[in-house]
């Protein structure tokens, strides 16, 4: 089939590539002509494990293009599936400024019979609102056009292996030839498809993530009452996880959940409630505990060593390990919390990190604190001298660091796990002060 994919983002580009290598002609269209050209070259704008590699396979093949080219992305093919962004407003709804320039560019350049696939997370209502707009704008009767509702649910860090191995494919619409179009694209995937209508779809998206975002919560609130009572909270999850009515995913403790899904996700969810008058008292105390698990470490951080005038070690920013993506980063947040609890020096250890330039700060910070922040590459001289080290990201390169030379290097071994990482008898070994997540008593 001939599919132009609209955004060439984390979930569009993998779209593009999986479909590509599916056997599908795929045309990947984007405004920013800079990530176009970077594409056709066979280099990836962000890191993904594996894409880099299926990029320039695709391309070698021919089987894969990317274009600016509004008019040719839209009259090449049949199939056109949206995976523009669909970011936050101050106000917490999601913004549709993206999905709806897509549409003007559909009514646009149309040329023959299309169906519209939403792969954006978009708010209950949206699918319905876009067949709504399109048909406005369209003459229907020569140019019959159908959306179909086709959430996504990959993760960043493995989504490949998502897209390949789907948990299911939920396709959400109103005509069905439009929705055996869809589940044509993936015949070649093994995937339990859910058929239903838009809002339900859309609803099983945003759902699904809040329950996923209230699951970490869950574990992060019984982890401040397992770290006061001595149980051990990675312990506790494994021993719910086996219930497989609970299951061991999404229920490890840490700093928090980022990115740039959940926190927005959550929020769109809490907006739309509050519009029907829906006191949604779970989600809201779920998004309560994530904005404040990161005050709640830092305080625990500072029962043991005052942080006023000290240097302290940051790995990790970027809100997850084997991304670039540092949306919404617990990692970044707990630099800021530091930063405003007097710390004099925050040095950085990041993979995807080079220059202070490169971090996407959550709020405005004065040219005098940014001052304070340095981005090391050298692990040892980054640990030379500091206070403590706080590890924010699973990165797997920081379980491999020469951590028991590194006690040596600092001035105070105090090592803070926020994501209990590290193994806590071999660090306590080595000579650290480890401290971790309700790791209970050792
Ligand atoms: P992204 O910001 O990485 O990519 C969006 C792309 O859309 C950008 O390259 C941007 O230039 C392009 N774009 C914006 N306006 C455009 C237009 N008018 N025409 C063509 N291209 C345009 O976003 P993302 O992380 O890939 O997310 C995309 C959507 O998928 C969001 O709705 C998100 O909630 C959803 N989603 C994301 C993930 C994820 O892990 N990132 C997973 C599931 C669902
Ligand atoms: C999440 C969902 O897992 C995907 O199914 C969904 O498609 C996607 O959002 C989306 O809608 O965009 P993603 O944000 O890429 O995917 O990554 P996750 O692995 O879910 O992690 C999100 C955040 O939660 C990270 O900050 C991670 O560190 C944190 N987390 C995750 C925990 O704190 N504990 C856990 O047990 C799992």
Sequence with gaps: MKITVIGSGYVGTTTALVLSNLGHEVIGYDVDTLKVKMLNNGILPFREPGLDQLLQEKLKSGR????????FAITQSEILMISVGTPSTLSGNADLTYIQQVIEVIATHINEPKVVVTKSTVPIGTNRWMQQQLEARIDTNKYPIEVVSNPEFLREGSALHDSYHPSRTVIGGEVNSAIEKVKQLYSSLQTSYFICNYETAEM???ASNGFLAVKISYINEIARLADVVGADIDG???GMGMDPRISPHHLHAGIGYGGSCFPKDVDELLYLATQ???????LKQGKHINDSQIAWFVQKVESLLPLKGKRVLVLGVTFKEDTDDQRESPGIRLIEHLLDRGVDEIRVIDPTVTSLDQIRWSKDLLDREKKRVNIFTNEDEAATGVH???LTTTWPQFSTYPWQKWVGLTESPYLFDGRNFLNPQEMRRFGWHYVGIARGVT
């Design 64 to 71: 894969i293009i990317f274009t600016s080219d509004s008019r």
């Design 388 to 390: 403590a080290v706080v």
């Design 276 to 282: 029907k008058k829906i006191n949604l008292r779970l």
């Design 236 to 238: 506790v999850a494994v």
């Design 204 to 206: 099983i998206k945003y």
